[in-house]
């Protein structure tokens, strides 16, 4: 497992400590997957009902909150396929 993937999946667990109602995997470009599923945040490939893809840089400062996952899909910075609702709600949490 990457040193990135590792930190992601420690921050994604602090954040989302009340749990997150669907299944969703973050694929870090040249990193890994990490997927969330109700209250459980592992590293991970499966499907999911969505899934976010971003680069290393740009997934740490969405963690980190320097960069609102929002503006991030508008820049063209995270790509998003699957279920927008979800996509939505997990942006909702990382803010």
Known sequence: MSDVVTAAVAALKEKLAGG???????LIEGE??????????REG??????TLIADADTFQAMLAG???PTAAFMAGKLTVD?????????????S
Do not use: P, R
Request: glycine fraction near 16%.
């Open 20 to 26: 997150f109602d669907g299944k969703a995997k973050f």
């Open 32 to 41: 890994g997957a990490v997927i969330i599923d109700g209250a459980d945040v």
């Open 66 to 68: 320097d960069l609102n």
């Open 45 to 50: 490939d499966d499907d999911a009902d969505v």
């Open 82 to 94: 699957g279920d927008m609702g979800l996509a939505m709600q997990l942006g909702a949490a990382l």
